[in-house]
């Protein structure tokens, strides 16, 4: 086992000590003045002591044991008051820095070694100034004892309370860490909602924009011109109002009511708009009454009429000349939204450019209600199906549903 140097401290306790211890005994000041041992004999207490000393911090129990017997052989010559001095530190630092086991026996042990003998002497005697011999013993073993027992305590406690303030500012840390990482999370689930509306809201009306100003541009007949410029104005017009719309959802009204959400109820005007932009569509609804169907939540009536909304501006973008169907589903548990176009051999036509968000968005949607949805080719290639089903009891949305 490796000996580690001495603490500067313990190192400067001993010098002290025997330098001090040295000084008395030339100068002849002594504790006792009859003793059996006579002479340089206190000078070995004295030194081993010392070098006690040196070790008190790693041998806590060897230094209260050695200590303890050669205080007991201090006596037996003319004795030093610094190695009695010296043994009150050794008492000390034998509890401050020994295990727990050992700080609490030292103490237990010198409170009761002090008690014994004010009790034996008081017996012996019969008289109470017999108490006054064990207040030296007390003085010299309990006193220290107590003392490195309460600093230690003290240590401990000190200790402890800077553990959990060290705790707590790793747990304040994570909490910082976790609520950014939420924040963060919620930027970019409000940004993909908005993304969302607004490629919703803004598709359809300028798809019909392009698709009727490339025939206003390509027709010579001017009232065909005249018609799809009148479709050009009013799609630029509801989507100005949707624009604005979805700018109040940014922006908190001033009278504090929310603005009206497209439902389920406005599919009709929707299927209607959609056949002024020239596609030949129909809308059923099963069961087709309004009583035999169950309640609708809010955020399910926004994903559905958000997607028929996607599913029509892409009729009129890529669908083969031919009917479009509508067909909402209400089930006690889901609403299903099938969408049917059809397809020119096989293969979508292209009237305006798309980017494939209107995909991404429609599956996101039915996503965020824990839905299914599917979009592809369906009766051997000759009609395009979209198909989500949103049910209607999950749990809460993570979108917003104004």
């Known amino acids: 086992m490796s000996i580690r140097r001495p603490h500067r401290f313990d190192a400067s306790i001993a ?51 050695l200590g303890t017997a050669l205080a007991v052989a201090d006596q037996c010559t ?40 004010a009790l034996g002497f008081l017996a012996w005697l019969r008289q109470a100034q017999a108490l006054m011999i064990a207040v030296p013993i007390g003085v010299l073993t309990f006193g220290p004892a107590a003392t490195g027992a309460l600093v230690r305590n003290h240590r401990e ?46 598709a359809n009306r300028l798809t019909a924009i392009a698709i009727h100003s490339t025939a206003a541009l390509s027709l010579d007949d001017p009232g065909s011109s005249r018609q799809s410029l009148g479709v050009i104005r009013e799609n630029s017009v509801a989507g100005l109002t949707e624009m604005r719309g979805m700018i109040g959802l940014l922006r908190e009204r001033e009278d504090g009511e929310p603005l009206a959400v497209p439902t389920l109820d406005g599919l009709s ?20 009454t309004a009583d035999a169907r169950p309640p609708v939540p809010a955020p399910v009536e926004l994903a559905a009429y958000r997607i028929a909304q996607e599913c029509l501006t892409n009729a009129l973008k ?47 949607r039915a996503a965020l209600l824990h839905g299914e949805f599917r979009a592809g080719p369906v009766e051997q290639g000759r009609c395009w199906e979209v198909r989500a089903v949103l049910p209607l009891t999950t749990a809460p949305p993570l979108e917003d549903p104004r």
């Open 157 to 202: 406690a000190a200790r402890t309370a800077r553990r959990e303030a060290a705790q707590h500012l790793r747990l304040a840390e994570q909490s910082a860490r976790l609520a950014e990482l939420d924040r963060a999370q919620a930027v970019a689930a409000e940004r993909a909602r908005m993304a969302r509306e607004l490629h919703d809201m803004v």
């Open 15 to 65: 010098a002290a000590g025997l330098l001090g211890g040295l000084l008395l005994w030339l100068v002849g000041l002594h504790t006792q003045t009859d003793a059996p041992l006579r002479g340089p004999w206190v000078l070995l207490p004295l030194t081993v002591v010392a070098a006690l000393e040196l070790c008190r911090r790693d041998r806590p129990l060897l230094v209260f044991a």
């Open 269 to 288: 005007a929707l299927v209607a708009q959609a056949r002024a932009n020239g596609l030949e569509v129909a809308l059923r609804t099963v069961p087709d």
């Open 78 to 117: 003319t004795g030093s008051l610094a190695t009695l001095v010296m043994y009150t530190d050794l008492v000390y630092a034998s509890v401050l820095y020994g295990s727990p086991a050992l700080a609490r026996r030292i103490p237990l042990g010198t409170g009761l070694f002090t008690l014994v003998v």
């Open 318 to 364: 890529h669908a083969a000349p031919g009917p479009v169907e509508v067909r909402l589903t209400h089930r006690p548990d889901a609403l299903t939204v099938r969408v049917t176009s059809c397809l020119t051999d096989g293969h979508p036509v292209s009237r305006a450019p798309g980017s494939g968000a209107g995909l991404i968005g429609m599956r996101e």
